[in-house]
């Protein structure tokens, strides 16, 4: 049992800490499968509020970590050695402009604290990635937001005024999470268009295996400025408890000032291996992609018989609205075994991952009770 020393919960002195993270909340995951088990009384559960790929990593990740892990004595390459040479070369990019981070969030903290100064402006697109909000208020910046159309694409010509001013940072999440819209390129190069080139550009594009859809680095190329393309190995590479990001950069300066504010060793050797054995077996993640689409295609026609009004999904999951609301329909899912992501979304959205073809079955079969009034 934990111990809570009393004394240690009431601060002797007065709060060294700097006043902007009093009005941060930290982030709050999904419910973890231990807590699941605890509510609803069961183990038999179908976690899919956290957007993992639950139909698992390449089996070539296993060896890899195993040989990883014959020398846990030896720190790990500081540069992360041959991941930025082998995404480079698949990319088409110098492996000097790709930054290896322990998950993307990562990259979003060390590229917000590398460029924001207080006061600074971040332009985005609300409902977004939560990251955003909390790392830009650590930093100190403010947020213009343009929220999304009823939806839930972005709105493109007002995003542009926005983009005009040339706010500080720019963030654009697409597929967006938590509503699944994905931008179009154009959509993106309209943007880009009249962003000036003092404003740096964060995409973030954590689901972009499910939705390949342009060449976004090329459009950021031919803009200009500085920016970063946001990826990850969490979620289709299936490695989301190994920590693994990367980050594209426009430049290799840029990488070297990220360089500067990062921990020096923070991939750890084993995520490392992981990363380069998933990477390297494009035959998996192209399967594990496509048996997620036809499912999602699979979850989409269970909603739309039942009239279940859902965002378009370019994601590893999708995005419902609940006529009796989020957190009700969560409960009763949960009690059917299933966990989702009920969000503050006004109207009861909830946010349901695609997990594997039983999951999914599972799913559909509740969905009618866990959404009736
Ligand atoms: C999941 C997610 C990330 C971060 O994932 P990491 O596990 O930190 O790599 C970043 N952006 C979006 C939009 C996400 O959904």
């Not at 559960?45 to 014959?70: F, I, M, R, T």
């Not at 938590?178 to 009249?194: C, F, K, Q, R, Y």
């Not at 992981?274 to 494009?282: F, I, T």
Request: hydrophobic share 45%; proline share 6%; net charge neutral.
């Amino acid at each position: 049992m934990l111990v809570v020393d009393q004394k240690s919960l009431t601060p002797a002195v007065a709060s060294p800490v700097r006043p902007a993270l009093e009005g941060v909340v930290a982030y709050k995951a999904g419910m973890t499968l231990a807590e699941a088990a605890r509510r609803a009384g069961r183990t038999d559960l179908s976690k899919l509020a956290s957007n993992e790929n639950l139909l698992g990593c390449s089996p070539k990740v296993a060896d890899a970590v195993k040989a990883a892990l014959a020398s846990p004595e030896i720190y790990p390459h500081p540069f992360c050695e041959t991941l930025p040479a082998s995404i480079g070369l698949r990319l088409a990019t110098h492996a000097g402009r790709i930054v290896v981070t322990p998950g993307s969030e990562a990259l979003i903290d060390y590229l917000f604290r590398a460029v924001l100064h207080p006061g600074d402006s971040i332009l985005l697109s609300a409902p977004t990635f939560p990251a955003y909000g909390i790392f830009g208020a650590c930093a100190e910046a403010s947020f213009i937001d343009v929220p999304r159309l009823e939806s839930f694409d972005l709105d493109v010509e007002a995003f542009k005024l926005e983009a005009a001013k040339g706010p500080k940072l720019m963030v654009l999440c697409t597929p967006n999470n938590p509503t699944g819209n994905a931008m179009s390129g154009v959509d993106m190069a309209e943007i880009l268009a009249v962003t000036p080139r003092s404003t740096v550009v964060f995409v973030d594009e954590a689901y972009r295996e499910y939705h390949a859809a342009f060449d976004t680095l090329a459009l950021l190329k031919a803009w200009g400025g500085t920016w970063v393309s946001g990826r990850t190995f969490s979620k289709a590479y299936g490695l989301a408890g190994l920590r693994v990001g990367y980050g594209i950069c426009s430049s290799v300066v840029l990488v070297g000032y990220l360089d500067r504010i990062r921990p020096p060793f923070n991939v750890a050797a084993i995520s490392q291996a992981a990363a380069l054995a998933a990477w390297d077996d494009q035959e998996h993640l192209c399967r594990t992609v496509a048996l997620t689409i036809a499912e999602r295609g699979r979850v989409e026609a269970g909603l739309d018989a039942m009239a279940v009004q859902r965002t378009r999904s370019s994601a590893n999951f999708v995005f419902l609205r609940s006529p009796a609301g989020a957190e009700a329909t969560a409960m009763r899912l949960l009690q059917d075994g299933l966990i989702v992501r009920p969000t503050h979304v006004p109207g009861g959205w909830v946010r349901i991952t695609i997990g594997r073809p039983a999951d999914n079955d599972r799913l559909i079969a509740a969905l009618p009770a866990a959404l009736a009034l």
